[in-house]
């Protein structure tokens, strides 16, 4: 059998989860976005003052900005962005437990496994669905030690302070074209605070999942990990296949204070027709430690980097990612790391899979600051090819104004080789086990790095998709 | 051919694929069961790709003659379904598969070999894994190590006795197996083949080594010699003495004095 023929079906690309529930949106802006739009959403929300003038400026600041002209290729975007509906609200009302959640929407989620997935580990469900936070719940000890878990528009009417002490300072409206998109039409996301030195062993759980034609989110979400506590966030997310492209571009704003700890782990698959992008970053203070952990599946292009900010002494940042660009798809992620104060550590390592015309591009940010002294950064990218007319390309910018910084970059191209899949095959193993088995291997330190679910979860993705694959 | 033989090739001739460059010229060998044979041969006389084209590698095409295996045709076989019928290629240079353990790789492998696709019990794969590998004198976390990466010459050739131990072939072709270890590795390797053998006394073993020395500690019933493409001399243990003492030169241009198999 000719070899491109087996490859060509690998098929992670095809989308999993491709099924659409009826729902009837309460509310629905018009089409594209305005001032009438934004005024819209946040009359909706009930916003203070403050907010709507914070929504409107970032509007100018969106219209001021040109579109980037790096990475990917945006210049069907425009057209896209006429044709989306801003703001969809499914209910009026936030739903206090899983028993009041309509039905339809219901049946949704139980496509996705998630009350299944509730019910073992998951401690506080927040379930995004369209623009809203329809159902949240947290453990009663949590909130019985201050932690703060809820969607973003509680967050803002319930810890108006708190909200606005650190909302738009970690990624300004003026940051990126996006963000500015984002800060005008934001709805749906978290908002969370851990209290000085609280610890959970059980990893904070947020599903969301895009579910109306046309329908962009923008999805804002705000972690303040107060001195000494320690956390882990997963968000998972998952959207049907539809045929006119889609739009997701997210604003994920993180303080992680002095001696805390933090990871933020993302898997996402979203269908071939999505731009997604987004903007994560974290400020990482004295002896703090920001983990990002994001895979990005499907999407027809995603630019993402996640970044750290390492503004106190001895500030730690890790970045771990997992691309896999399919037949169409362009993967252009990365992520950037600034240290700016002394003693500041940080690791990059990204691992991508390009199959058929797929293409993944690793963008990173290494800079060093006068005055962060003693710096030390360690880049890892590695690519896996799967067929010819697969692409990778690798922009690792760095930029030291210290003599005394210490970083390290490497790269590598690796194609799935004859030899490899002989060695397998010379031990009966045939041809799409083996090819399983290779990309497995690839993404395995990355892999073992998620909670066992979604560890056995990617691993199944693959496999699924490569079942019967041999014709 | 008798019942007795696993292996009959006659006549085989082989060129790398998408090239015009012969490499077999007409190899006539047959290994009884329980036999151990020797190929020995100067650099680039065959003996490599005899060994590849044997386990189905796909940069290989065969041009001419036959192969037999247990008296059915091997050629018309794909690698993978090769080694479910019972042939072993421990490799010359064992490849590296990253992020995948041995315990792993091993499970799959054994399962691949399950009659009619029956399900490997886990319980019982491990414990077989923790047998084999105490009775190759190995550190059971060694299975936890990922296949072949970073591995030192002679952890990467323990590892193909491991797989061969696991997978209990009916034939092991070995490769060059010596090479790149020194005298202490051979002798752990050679004691962990003779291990295999003394316990499966059917099954069959082709040695393809340059030097004499894997001969001292893995005694062939045969020797061949190979040159330029064919086998050119055939004999028992004192073939190999002979080289040793004379070596290879003028086989090139000698008449093939094959005494027979």
Redesign the interface.
């Known amino acids: 059998m000719p070899q491109n023929e087996t490859i060509q079906d690998l098929g992670l690309d095809e989308y999993k989860y491709d099924f659409v529930t009826e729902t009837e949106p309460v509310f629905r802006a018009e089409k594209g976005l305005s001032e009438e739009v934004v005024r819209q959403i946040s009359a909706h929300k009930e916003e203070p003052e403050w907010m709507l003038e914070y929504r409107l400026k970032a509007l100018d600041v969106y219209n001021s900005k040109p579109m980037p002209k790096w990475g990917g290729d945006l210049s069907s975007l425009e057209a896209v962005l006429d044709e989306i509906y801003f703001y969809v609200r499914p209910q009026d009302q936030m739903e206090r437990s899983w028993d009041d959640v309509p039905d339809e929407i219901k049946n949704t989620f139980e496509k996705l496994g998630i009350p299944e997935a509730e019910r073992k580990i998951l401690a506080g469900v927040g379930a995004q669905y369209e623009s809203e936070m329809v159902y949240h719940s947290l453990r009663e000890e949590w909130a019985a030690q201050g932690v703060i878990f809820d969607s973003i528009e509680d967050g803002l009417k319930n810890h108006p302070e708190l909200f606005r002490e650190h909302f738009g300072t970690i990624i300004p409206m003026h940051d990126n074209k996006f963000a500015a998109m984002n800060s005008a039409v934001w709805s749906g996301g978290s908002f969370v605070y851990i209290p000085k030195g609280v610890s959970l062993d059980t990893p904070l759980q947020a599903y969301f999942r895009v579910n109306q034609e046309r329908m962009g989110q923008f999805e804002r979400t705000l972690i303040i990990i107060d001195e000494g506590a320690q956390a882990h966030y997963i968000e998972g997310c998952t959207a049907p296949v539809y045929t006119t492209e889609s739009f997701h571009s997210g604003v994920i704003e993180i303080v992680v204070k002095k001696n805390a700890r933090f990871r933020y782990t993302t898997i996402q698959n979203w269908s071939n027709n999505m731009y997604n992008l987004v903007t994560q970053r974290s400020m990482v203070h004295e002896n703090a430690t920001m983990e990002w952990l994001d895979g990005n599946l499907g999407s027809k292009l995603t630019m993402k980097y996640p970044s750290c900010y390492l503004i106190g002494e001895g500030a730690h940042g890790e970045i771990m990612s997992i691309a896999y660009a399919g037949d169409g798809q362009h993967q252009d992620t990365g992520g950037k790391v600034v240290h700016v104060a002394p003693h500041t550590t940080s690791s990059i390592t990204s691992k991508s899979i390009s199959k058929g015309t797929g293409r993944s591009t690793y963008r990173g940010l290494c800079k060093v600051h006068k005055g962060a002294r003693h710096a030390r950064s360690n880049v890892e990218c590695d690519a896996l090819l799967i067929n010819d007319t697969s692409r990778t390309d690798t922009y690792p910018y760095i930029e030291i104004e210290e003599n005394d910084a210490s970083v390290g970059h490497e790269a590598s191209v690796s194609k799935i080789g004859e030899e490899q899949l002989f060695y397998l095959a010379s031990r009966g193993i045939a041809k799409d086990e083996a090819m399983a088995m290779i990309v497995r291997g690839f993404i395995e330190p990355i892999a073992k790095q998620l909670p066992l679910e979604y560890a056995v979860e990617l691993n199944r993705l693959i496999e699924m998709e490569m079942e019967g694959s041999v014709g | 051919m008798s019942d007795a033989s696993i292996l009959k090739i006659e006549g085989l001739e082989a060129k790398v694929a998408d090239e015009d460059l012969p490499i077999l010229t007409g190899v006539d060998l047959e290994i009884g069961k329980g036999e151990i044979h020797a190929i020995m041969g100067p650099n680039g006389s065959g003996k490599s790709t005899l060994a590849k084209v044997l ?5 290989y095409e065969v041009t001419s003659g036959s192969v037999l295996f247990q008296g059915s045709n091997l050629l018309e076989l ?3 379904e ?3 019928a019972g042939i ?2 421990a ?1 010359q240079y ?2 590296e ?4 353990s041995i315990a ?2 091993l499970r ?2 054994v399962q ?2 399950q009659a009619d696709g029956e399900e490997l019990d886990i319980f019982e794969f491990s414990d077989i894994l923790t047998e084999r590998m105490e009775l190759l004198e190995m550190d059971v976390t060694f299975a936890e190590r ?1 296949v072949n990466d970073g591995f030192s010459g002679g952890e990467k050739k323990r590892n193909e006795i491991l ?1 061969m131990a696991m ?1 209990k072939p009916k034939l092991a072709v070995m490769d060059e197996t010596d090479s790149g270890l020194d005298i202490d590795a051979l002798k752990v390797v050679a004691s962990g083949v003779n291990t295999l053998t003394e316990e499966d006394p059917e099954m069959s073993i082709l040695l393809i080594t340059h030097y004499q020395r894997l001969l001292d500690h893995i005694e062939p019933d045969r020797v061949h010699v190979m040159v330029d493409g064919r086998i050119v001399r055939s004999g028992g243990p004192e073939v190999a003495h002979q080289l040793e003492a004379e070596g290879y030169r003028g086989w090139s241009e000698a008449d093939s004095i094959a005494d027979g198999v």
């Open positions: 386990a189905g590698h796909p940069g794909e690698a993978d090769r080694s479910q072993f290629l490799f064992p490849v598969i990253p992020g995948v792993n790789f799959t492998a691949a070999h990922h797989q997978l």
